[in-house]
T-cell receptor, first 117, second 117 residues
Framework: AQKITQTQPGMFVQEKEAVTLDCTYD???????LFWYKQPSSGEMIFLIY??????QNATEGRYSLNFQKARKSANLVISASQLGDSAMYFC??????????????FGKGTKLSVKP | DSGVTQTPKHLITATGQRVTLRCSPR?????VYWYQQSLDQGLQFLIQ???????AKGNILERFSAQQFPDLHSELNLSSLELGDSALYFC????????????????FGPGTRLTVL
């Protein structure tokens, strides 16, 4: 069964420093997608970044990058130059299948990131 | 703003009652997903509709049902409510991605916070 593991319940980072949030996954499928979402205290889920299993380059979106190591089944999120507004819960998620009309997400338990001024 | 709308934002009701949560997907998105977020279970997939048809089911209770209408909006019906149904209910939408990638993101609405007393 597919599974997402986030081993860091909470993390602290100093403002302007970089931080890495860990995510490992388990799937028997060759084709899958990996996602990171941010959930601030207000509750909404904000899409950050996506990585497909066949993508050769690591995904980047502004200050967010995804360190994808397929052999290790890890998809860590790197946030550069942390800002106070980055304080939130961060969820790693996986969807099996590449494209198509199905594709619900399986989520990890999340990591609570706190940025210190 | 993700473009996905959900109403109501908050809902307080009593055990045994029935409620309906409404979701309008982003313009052009054919797939709608419902997720439940609770402290006990985390974020769980409930059900997916694609262009009006049920496409996938997750951990959805028999007391819960959903449908997607011709205008692509979706409703999640929760009946015989129990205290444990108190949670944040998210709707997400996505396009049907073409083979090879694109349109993989799922965009979440702001959620409906259900409190069962």
């Amino acid at each position: 069964a597919q599974k997402i593991t986030q081993t860091q319940p909470g993390m602290f980072v100093q403002e302007k420093e970089a931080v890495t949030l860990d995510c490992t996954y388990d799937t028997s499928d060759q084709s899958y997608g990996l996602f990171w979402y941010k959930q601030p205290s207000s509750g909404e889920m904000i899409f950050l970044i996506y990585q497909g299993s066949y993508d050769e380059q690591n995904a980047t979106e502004g200050r967010y990058s995804l360190n994808f190591q397929k052999a290790r089944k890890s998809a860590n999120l790197v946030i550069s130059a942390s800002q106070l507004g980055d304080s939130a819960m961060y969820f790693c998620a996986m969807r099996e299948g590449y494209g198509g009309s199905q594709g619900n997400l399986i989520f990890g338990k999340g990591t609570k990131l706190s940025v210190k001024p | 703003d993700s473009g996905v709308t959900q109403t109501p934002k908050h809902l307080i009701t009593a055990t045994g009652q029935r409620v309906t949560l409404r979701c309008s997907p982003r313009s052009g998105d054919l797939s709608v997903y419902w997720y439940q977020q609770s402290l006990d279970q985390g974020l769980q997939f409930l059900i997916q509709y694609y262009n009006g048809e049920e496409r996938a089911k997750g951990n959805i209770l028999e007391r819960f049902s959903a449908q997607q209408f011709p205008d692509l909006h979706s409703e999640l019906n929760l009946s015989s409510l129990e205290l444990g149904d108190s949670a944040l209910y998210f709707c997400a939408s996505s396009v049907t991605p073409l083979a090879g990638g694109g349109g993989n993101e799922q965009f979440f609405g702001p959620g409906t916070r259900l409190t069962v007393l």
